[in-house]
């Protein structure tokens, strides 16, 4: 409401109100996540998976949805080619984390032959 409202008067406030909201959503999700990522580590130590592993996917959901947010607010400003620099910097970013997993998972295969 209070967007619709300033869009009226003052449009150029629409992305501050877009920003403020989606850190505001962001911050009340990221409190949820905690029992989450707790859950998850705690599933893991049982069922003995490396630590390593679990850690690097969190951080690569992480990255994923910090770079959706930073592109869906550059979108929000009409600035789509730097919302495309930036998914493909996310992208390139998770890429390049993924490789020790990846890494992994050719050595069990190739062990499997």
Same mark, same amino acid.
């Given at each position: 409401?209070?967007?619709? &409202?300033?869009?009226?008067?003052?449009?150029?406030? %629409?992305?501050?109100?877009?920003?403020?909201?989606?850190?505001?959503?962001? +911050?009340?999700? +990221?409190?949820?996540?905690?029992?989450?990522?707790?859950?998850? $580590?705690? &599933? /893991?130590?049982?069922? $003995?998976? $490396?630590?390593?592993?679990? !850690?690097?996917?969190? %951080?690569? /959901? #992480?990255?994923?949805?910090?770079?959706?947010?930073?592109?869906?607010?550059? $979108?929000?400003?009409?600035? /789509?080619?730097?919302?495309?620099?930036?998914?493909? !910097? #996310?992208?390139?970013?998770?890429?390049?984390?993924?490789?020790?997993?990846? /890494?992994? =998972? =050719?050595?069990?295969?190739?062990? &499997? &032959?």
């Amino acid at each position: 409401m209070i967007a619709t &409202l300033l869009k009226e008067h003052k449009p150029e406030f %629409k992305i501050y109100i877009s920003i403020v909201v989606g850190i505001i959503i962001f +911050a009340i999700a +990221a409190d949820q996540l905690k029992d989450f990522i707790y859950l998850i $580590n705690k &599933l /893991t130590q049982r069922i $003995n998976v $490396n630590q390593n592993f679990v !850690g690097i996917l969190l %951080k690569i /959901t #992480g990255i994923a949805i910090l770079t959706e947010f930073a592109v869906s607010i550059c $979108n929000d400003s009409g600035e /789509t080619s730097i919302a495309s620099k930036i998914d493909l !910097g #996310g992208k390139i970013i998770i890429l390049s984390m993924s490789v020790p997993i990846i /890494t992994s =998972l =050719l050595e069990v295969l190739l062990d &499997l &032959l």
